[in-house]
């Protein structure tokens, strides 16, 4: 992606970014695994993936990587606290110490912890803990990148539903918070996909904003190819084949089957009435309704079901060009611990290369 596409794909701090990728771009990172044993493909939609397609093959190039520059890895070992000492009266980092009380001295540490969401993979939130008790600052952490619980109860009948080429809008009171443009799942508790995962994060972030009672509205155009003429022209000559069907056995051209039922309920045209019968109003807000399908959203669903955690360790404390901390001297912040979020599709893990090279190179 060229820079203005990754900048606008970023939701949080997106200035901070600008040393830490023009340092260490797209193009930088795939070079890289190429050149450590990894080949890469580009697939629809620019998306870069192992040929293998296993995940796995990534982490072998950079553990061969780590084998060739001689790192020692020291698995299954849990660092409760970081440790600094005072020197002209500023604190600078001295070393960590470990659960078992071991204390391990060194010259720089990066602290690149991740979020609170991937709990298993050990992103328990110890990153944030580090970063307060040696005075950073710490800003609210929310869900991000992470499916939406719907109140209306019609969302739950169509668990399993799949749209692809559907456009969302996320609207709370007059305000627009996110448009888009994508594929969506409706769930068990509400609607998920990368078009609501990219919405949620927009959702978390205005969230605080919010005045008073006004609700947040999802409205769903299920038909975004058509302006709302030509879906009522697509209606009447649809209507007009099937005129003496009844309503709820002429719109199987129109949506899935799963779909069917729910819009007859919402339209509030009894589905036993004949086609030929539906008034031009009726019509005209079945058409309005095919553009603007609302739902309210109820909340988001949890960390452990969350991508990534929007929030983190205040930027205001790190050096944007070097990734170390404005208060504690040879400690170093990358990746998802700071305040730094993006949308779906790649952007979150470009983050962590960049932030994490540049702090890498900053020590040597």
């Known amino acids: 992606a060229d820079m203005d596409v990754l900048f606008q794909n970023i939701c949080t701090n997106e200035k901070f970014l600008y040393s830490a990728f023009y340092g260490f771009d797209n193009t930088r990172v795939c070079d890289l695994l190429e050149q450590a044993g990894c080949p890469l493909k580009t697939e629809r939609g620019d998306r870069v993936f192992p040929v293998s397609d296993h995940s796995s093959d990534v982490i072998a190039a950079l553990q061969r990587e780590l084998r060739k520059y001689q790192v020692d890895v020291h698995l299954h070992t849990e660092v409760k606290k970081i440790l600094t000492k005072e020197t002209d009266g500023n604190p600078v980092f001295c070393g960590v110490e470990c659960a078992d009380h071991e204390k391990i001295a060194a010259d720089d540490c990066i602290v690149c912890t991740g979020g609170c969401s991937y709990a298993s993979t050990g992103s328990t939130g110890d990153g944030y803990r580090f970063a307060e008790e040696t005075g950073h600052k710490v800003t609210e952490r929310k869900p991000a990148l992470v499916p939406l619980e719907i109140r209306e109860n019609w969302c739950r009948e169509l668990m399993g539903l799949s749209l692809k080429n559907v456009e969302i809008r996320m609207q709370c009171g007059k305000k627009t918070w996110y448009e888009g443009f994508g594929e969506m799942l409706f769930t068990h508790f509400g609607v998920s996909g990368p078009l609501i995962l990219s919405a949620s994060s927009f959702y978390s972030k205005n969230l605080s904003k919010r ?61 036993e009435k004949k086609v030929n019968e539906i008034s031009r109003e009726e019509r005209k807000a079945f058409g309005s309704l095919i553009k603007e399908l609302p739902m309210t959203v109820a909340g988001t669903r949890s960390f452990a079901e969350a991508i990534i955690t929007q929030g983190g360790i205040s930027v ?29 599709g790649g952007f979150n893990l470009q983050i962590a290369w960049s932030t994490g090279h540049l702090a890498g190179d900053s020590i040597q």
């Open 211 to 271: 005045k008073g009672g006004d609700e947040v509205k999802l409205f769903l155009d299920l038909k975004p190819a058509l302006t709302p003429e030509q879906l009522d022209k697509r209606l009447l000559r649809d209507f007009e084949e099937a005129k003496n069907k009844q309503f709820k056995n002429a719109l199987d051209h129109l949506f899935p089957a799963k779909l069917i039922p729910v819009m007859i309920e919402l339209s509030d045209i009894s589905p």
């Open 316 to 344: 205001k404390d790190i050096n944007p060009s070097t990734m170390e901390s404005k208060r504690v001297r040879h400690l170093y912040f990358a990746g998802e611990v700071l305040d730094l979020d993006a949308m779906t």
